[in-house]
Nanobody, 121 residues
Framework: QVQLVESGGGLVQAGGSLRLSCAAS????????MGWYRQAPGKQRELVAD???????NYVDYVKGRFTISRDNAKNTVYLQMNSLKPEDTAVYYC???????????????WGQGTQVTVSS
């Protein structure tokens, strides 16, 4: 069984920083893309950033230059460094990963439980 466990959320003032972590554990054969989504109250879940196993990154426009995604393949962990936070960044942040649990089984999306990020003005 595969689990994604996030940590690092919390309350921060506008202009501050937070670093989110997400570790995948369990029966893992390989991990493809890892990423972060967020969902604000009353809004749909949206992609924030993702990163391939080779380190290629993709960001939504409104976090470019402020957020940095990275990963440690040896630890099956993905990070999201968030700087210059704004009140509109307030949301529940979810980690996701495309994981293969065996060589004969297709990749599947797994999700973490979410971590709250609140940015006060």
């Amino acid at each position: 069984q595969v689990q994604l466990v996030e940590s690092g959320g919390g309350l921060v003032q506008a202009g501050g920083s937070l670093r989110l972590s997400c570790a995948a554990s369990g029966s893992i054969f390989s991990i493809n893309v890892m990423g972060w989504y967020r969902q604000a109250p009353g809004k749909q879940r949206e992609l924030v950033a993702d990163i391939t196993g080779g380190g290629s990154t993709n960001y939504v426009d409104y976090v470019k230059g402020r957020f940095t995604i990275s990963r440690d393949n040896a630890k099956n962990t993905v990070y999201l460094q968030m700087n210059s936070l704004k009140p509109e960044d307030t949301a529940v942040y979810y980690c996701t990963a495309k994981i293969q649990v065996a060589s004969w089984i297709s990749l599947r999306d797994y999700w973490g439980q979410g971590t709250q990020v609140t940015v006060s003005s």
